[in-house]
């Protein structure tokens, strides 16, 4: 069965617990419910929208499940692109992610998983401009951007900056591009040689590699940005590598070093850090630099020196 408005899925909640209960009560289960879990609700900062502003459903369906957790019983399936609201919670035992959905005396949990929720902002400066500004983007793990969407004006980087593989595959937006070639190339002056090793991602490509990490790794995963909450989808951001060794910057390596000295001088900024791991959702990421705009990163009180 599929549902689409919350209203319905309560109504059909309603219906499911009512019918169970008619059948035979607990003696009908055919799966056993876990053992009593706990959980604790994930305050969420606005950003200025409404804390009640629905998540959408990405993928085809999505069970919705008695308690947080697969072992119990559905008790209702989503749709593709319905809508849902519900408090965020994260399960102790487990640290999984789940919404917990409540209608009347029923509450149902949906896995974070197949959810992703789109920022008013974000949504109101698409309809407004059509690519979203440089540096204002509102992207972590609780508000992002549509699925869909892609900036126009993305560009592959110059052959050399990307790794010597197919420059095709590693586009920025044009504003972006500009500034990461002459910072790279402000680097290799400096005797730092770095390249970009993934830079734009497409909402469908995060996608996908976002539900093969969870299938592969569990739902606690925290290794991959779910679809349309990862800034490399803004066509600003790339994960930055170091030519000597081929791999991702890591922290304090020379390359890192150099970043953080320069980084801001070229509009970049490491935005995965130690200091913000609450606020973004995201663990500390030393190669992952995202591109603001010169005179947002520019040190404060000095926006002009740049
Ligand atoms: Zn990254």
């Given at each position: 069965?599929r549902l689409r ?24 289960r ?5 053992a009593s879990?706990?959980?604790?609700e994930?305050?969420?900062d606005?950003?200025g929208a409404d804390?009640?502003?629905p ?12 308690e947080p957790?697969y072992d119990?019983?559905v008790v209702g399936?989503?749709?593709r692109?319905a ?7 994260v399960?102790?035992e ?10 009347g ?5 949906a896995p974070r998983?197949g959810?992703?929720?789109?920022h ?15 540096g204002?983007?509102?992207?972590i793990?609780?508000?992002?951007i ?5 900036a126009?004006?993305l560009?592959?980087?110059p052959?050399?900056?990307a790794g010597?593989?197919?420059?095709e ?20 002056e400096?005797?730092i ?5 993934s ?9 996908g ?7 592969r790794?569990?739902?606690?995963q925290r290794?991959s940005?779910p679809?349309?909450h990862s800034?490399h989808?803004?066509g600003?951001?790339?994960d930055i590598?170091?030519?000597s060794?081929g791999r991702?910057?890591?922290k304090d390596?020379p ?5 953080q000295?320069?980084?801001a001088?070229?509009?970049?900024r ?9 606020a973004?959702?995201?663990?500390e ?13 520019a040190?404060?009180g000095d926006a002009?020196?740049?």
């Amino acid at each position: 069965m599929r549902l689409r408005p919350i209203c319905i899925l309560f109504a059909f909640l309603a219906i499911a617990v009512t019918t169970f209960a008619q059948d035979g009560g607990a003696e009908a289960r055919t799966t056993a419910p876990p053992a009593s879990l706990t959980f604790r609700e994930v305050s969420i900062d606005p950003l200025g929208a409404d804390p009640d502003t629905p998540w959408t459903v990405h993928t085809d369906t999505l069970d919705v499940h008695a308690e947080p957790s697969y072992d119990s019983p559905v008790v209702g399936t989503l749709s593709r692109d319905a809508a849902v609201v519900g408090a965020y919670c994260v399960i102790v035992e487990t640290d999984e992610e789940w919404l917990r959905i409540t209608g009347g005396e029923t509450v149902g949990w949906a896995p974070r998983t197949g959810l992703h929720r789109v920022h008013p902002k974000n949504a109101d400066a698409i309809a407004a401009h059509g690519n979203l500004p440089f540096g204002s983007e509102i992207v972590i793990r609780w508000w992002g951007i549509p699925i869909g969407y892609e900036a126009d004006d993305l560009v592959s980087l110059p052959e050399g900056y990307a790794g010597g593989r197919d420059p095709e595959d590693y586009r920025l937006r044009r504003e972006a591009a500009e500034h990461a070639v002459a910072m790279i190339d402000a680097a290799a002056e400096a005797g730092i040689e770095i390249y970009a090793s993934s830079p734009y991602r497409s909402g469908t490509t995060q996608q996908g590699i976002y539900l093969r990490n969870v299938e592969r790794r569990g739902l606690s995963q925290r290794f991959s940005a779910p679809p349309g909450h990862s800034e490399h989808q803004l066509g600003t951001t790339m994960d930055i590598a170091a030519r000597s060794t081929g791999r991702f910057l890591t922290k304090d390596c020379p390359e890192h070093l150099w970043m953080q000295a320069n980084g801001a001088r070229f509009g970049f900024r490491q935005t995965y850090r130690e200091d913000n791991i609450d606020a973004t959702g995201y663990v500390e990421e030393p190669w992952h630099w995202r591109y603001m705009g010169v005179e947002r990163t520019a040190p404060s009180g000095d926006a002009t020196a740049n």
